[in-house]
């Protein structure tokens, strides 16, 4: 399994960014694709995941203005980024969760640089 995102880039304060990142492999129909992000000096954190039967959860820190969508067909989850803030400024990384819950293994995209600067 492969996990290749795009879509980072450097934005101003309130600006939009979209992030792809499209699955190949051996993908299970049962599985949860997510975006997470790492600043520096900080921990990686969930902003966002959407589970194969579209269910949703978001950060507390983007909910309102970050939305997360999926295209099953073609294993691609997307990360929608308005209203940004430099506190949104970090490496955000793509995950599947590949598998039903009780026998999941986890895959992690390369890291995409978003910087929210003026």
């Known amino acids: 399994v492969q996990l290749q995102a795009s879509g980072g880039g450097l934005v101003q304060p309130g600006g939009s960014l979209r992030l792809s990142c499209a699955a190949s492999?051996?993908?299970?129909?049962?599985?949860?694709m997510g975006w997470y992000r790492q600043a520096p000096g900080k921990q990686r954190e969930l902003v966002a995941g959407?589970?194969?039967?579209?269910?949703?959860n978001y950060a507390e820190s983007v909910k309102g203005r970050f939305t997360i969508s999926r295209d099953n067909a073609k294993n691609t989850v997307y990360l929608q980024m308005s209203s940004l803030k430099p506190e949104d400024t970090a490496v955000y990384y793509c995950n599947l969760g590949n598998g039903p819950t009780y026998n999941r293994r986890a895959y992690w995209g390369q890291g995409t640089q978003v910087t929210v600067s003026s």
């Open positions: 959407i589970t194969s039967g579209g269910t949703t």
């Open positions: 492999g051996s993908i299970v129909s049962i599985n949860v």
